[in-house]
């Protein structure tokens, strides 16, 4: 940088907008751009940054794909991914320079050059460490004018812009979805080219997206990285946890079933419990005339009538299960392990459901009736129990 550069204010044109820069106090990268608040080393890198970001001027138009860049020299970089000047030969994809294929590259060997000094947290790129530092500082340098939010990178307040504007202007050329970010573009893309570039070095898998393959990974190494901070119940995905917490902690039931009203904590319990009313039977097998409510009656069937797939066995009494989660079950209560606590009293049980109906003893409320005499029970075993005597008693015999 040359001498009293760093007290200039520059001032470039793009197309009719006039954008006045600001030297920075970033003294590794002075120049700022008041747009985007994009960092630059010198005037020149600011100054082809407005040309190419924030001209509106994007008159060179590519006749492959219909892109259109702001320059010749924009639009001559890009024709370098048609003509496949820059390819990775372990997948295929090609760059518009050797600079981001070396980048790329690193995604196949493993290598992160680029390390956190407060965590160890090792990056293929030096801007990912930039963005992954402000995690630690707390910096959200990048303001949305139009909420409260704020964002450590700017492609991400450029991405959240889209949430106020609706704008979608990521179009699939084979079909009519369109997207807010091109990320969630070049995911889709992968539906219509079959490619799936991240490959499993343990197994044969392979799959469209980074992130299904650091999850497939836990698979392999057991990892279990998300842990529920009120059972201390630990899962490999983020999900898993979310839904733990909505089926086993949380009373929220916002489905509700338009035949008697019970109402569920998910759209899938609902779905379930309406072929009770329905009679719906959606599962059956090719070879036999019968079908089933529930896809684990099925399961059940084949083993035992057809004797397709695997019977699941207990490692303790040999007891041979058809489900891996009343397999699950069954080893806890040999083993005595109760994890599930009254908070009413010291009485502890082996599933949420135990608890669950346990509960009711501690509550005055009976929700199960007796069609014929109106008596009510707290239990639904005890009202079954009931309904059998009255039922004979009113001359109706149960089957």
């Avoid at 970089?77 to 003509?83: A, E, F």
């Avoid at 000094?117 to 930039?130: D, E, I, M, Q, Y």
Wanted: hydrophobic share 25%; charged share 25%; proline share 3%.
């Amino acid at each position: 940088m040359c001498a009293g550069e760093s007290s200039v204010e520059v001032k470039t044109e793009a197309d009719s907008n006039d954008i006045t820069e600001h030297p920075h106090d970033d003294k590794t990268r002075p120049y700022l751009c008041t747009v985007c608040d994009k960092r630059f080393k010198g005037k020149d890198g600011l100054k082809y940054h407005n040309l190419t970001a924030h001209s509106g001027g994007n008159s060179h138009l590519c006749t492959q794909c219909n892109k259109c860049f702001a320059n010749q020299q924009c639009l001559r970089q890009h024709m370098n991914i048609h003509s496949s000047k820059y390819k990775c030969t372990e997948c295929g994809k090609s760059f518009s320079s050797n600079k981001d294929l070396a980048v790329h590259r690193r995604i196949h060997s493993g290598e992160k050059p680029f390390e956190c000094s407060v965590c160890n947290k090792r990056f293929t790129t030096a801007g990912h460490l930039v963005v992954h530092s402000r995690i630690h500082s707390g910096e959200k340098p990048y303001k949305c004018r139009m909420c409260d939010k704020a964002f450590s990178e700017s492609g991400s307040l450029n991405s959240h812009m889209r949430v106020h504007t609706g704008e979608k202007p990521y179009k699939c050329h084979m079909c009519d979805k369109a997207f807010n970010q091109p990320a969630h573009l070049n995911t889709h893309m992968r539906v219509h080219m079959l490619e799936k570039p991240y490959k499993c070095h343990m197994c044969d898998k392979a799959f469209s997206q980074s992130g299904n393959l650091n999850k497939h990974m836990r698979v392999h190494t057991g990892d279990k990285p998300y842990q529920c901070s009120l059972c201390n119940k630990i899962f490999s995905e983020s999900s898993s946890l979310q839904s733990h917490k909505r089926h086993v902690h949380s009373n929220r039931r916002p489905y509700d079933c338009p035949y008697c009203g019970k109402m569920f904590k998910t759209e899938v319990e609902l779905k379930r419990h309406v072929r009770i009313h329905t009679g719906a039977k959606p599962y059956s097998y090719r070879h036999c005339s019968e079908c089933f409510t529930f896809r684990q009656k099925l399961k059940r069937h084949l083993l035992k009538s057809h004797n397709e797939g695997t019977w699941l066995t207990c490692h303790i009494c040999q007891k041979k299960l058809s489900c891996s989660s009343v397999l699950k079950t069954h080893v806890l209560r040999h083993e005595g392990v109760k994890p599930y606590i009254c908070t009413e009293c010291p009485k502890r049980f082996c599933t949420s459901s135990e608890l669950k109906s346990h509960l009711l003893v501690h509550l005055d409320y009976k929700q199960f009736c007796c069609y014929f005499c109106d008596k009510c029970f707290k239990c639904k075993y005890t009202v079954k129990r009931h309904f059998k005597k009255c039922s004979a008693v009113h001359g109706f015999s149960v089957i």
